[in-house]
């Protein structure tokens, strides 16, 4: 993406949401809602109002039909109601600010997008990133978001935490010991500097592209949304009369 974002089809691609995308989009814009209108988790209207808040109606049926049982799941089940939030995002902030961050031998910026931070009953600060889908918890991204903090929150004791809001699913806390942060923040260091070089590279030769970022095709490819344009892309979407063959074949 940062290699060719300028390029036509991967230009083309990156302004588009997959329907994966557009549900986890809504459903944190959702929960967003939600308690930006704190009342509407006491009414019995709540969902349908938040639905057009979200205006689920232009949404495809897939993405309609998920995104309001998640609604109808949180409605029901509040994770956050009578938290002392210091921030929750509606999901469509952008990039935010860089911390910038100095090693002996190299800086780079750390951008971290959190969903949710609020403070536990002993002064703890709770980071949770909101989940959908079937996808695992993904701990090293805990990890950042712990970095982050050291510099964002730094009177503060974090932890972070993972919540599936599709299917209402808590991950354990993660939390790590200053040595690990600083363990973490050298290995950061050293993914930024070669990942600055892998483009510099990149921008003298194109050609290489493959050989400079080796593919890595699998099961996420199907949520990839470059898998249309990807010639190792494990995920191809078929054709009607594909679909139609295939059917006849497997009968």
Same mark, same amino acid.
């Given at each position: ?11 083309a691609l990156l302004v588009k949401a *997959? ?22 988790? /006491? ?45 929750? *995002? ?32 002993? /002064? ?5 990133d909101f989940k959908t889908g079937k ?42 010991? *200053? ?73």
């Open positions: 993406m940062k290699a060719r974002q300028h390029e036509p089809q991967v230009k *997959t329907a994966s995308q557009r549900i986890g989009l809504l459903a944190q814009k959702g929960v967003y809602e939600f308690h930006h209108h704190i009342h509407l988790l /006491s009414q019995s209207d709540g969902v349908e109002k938040v639905a057009q808040l979200l205006k689920l109606s232009k949404s495809t049926d897939e993405v309609k039909q998920r995104v309001l049982q998640i609604l109808k799941k949180y409605y029901d089940a509040p994770l956050l109601l009578g938290k002392r939030i210091i921030l929750l *995002t509606a999901g469509d902030e952008g990039f935010p600010k860089p911390i910038f961050i100095a090693q002996r031998h190299y800086c780079f910026r750390l951008y971290a997008a959190m969903d949710c931070i609020f403070i536990e009953s002993d /002064s703890t600060l709770h980071i949770i996808s695992a918890f993904d701990r090293r991204q805990a990890l950042v978001y712990l970095l982050a903090a050291r510099y964002l929150y730094p009177r503060y004791q974090v932890v972070a935490s993972f919540y599936n809001l599709e299917l209402c699913k808590k991950s354990e806390l993660i939390s790590v010991t *200053t040595s690990e942060l600083d363990c973490l923040e050298c290995e950061l260091a050293e993914i930024a500097r070669k990942h600055q070089q892998d483009l510099q590279n990149y921008q003298e030769k194109n050609s290489d592209f493959n050989d400079i970022f080796p593919p890595n095709p699998g099961p996420h490819c199907r949520f990839c949304p470059f898998h249309s344009i990807c010639e190792f892309s494990a995920f191809k979407v078929l054709s009607p009369h594909q679909i139609v063959d295939n059917s006849i074949n497997s009968d």
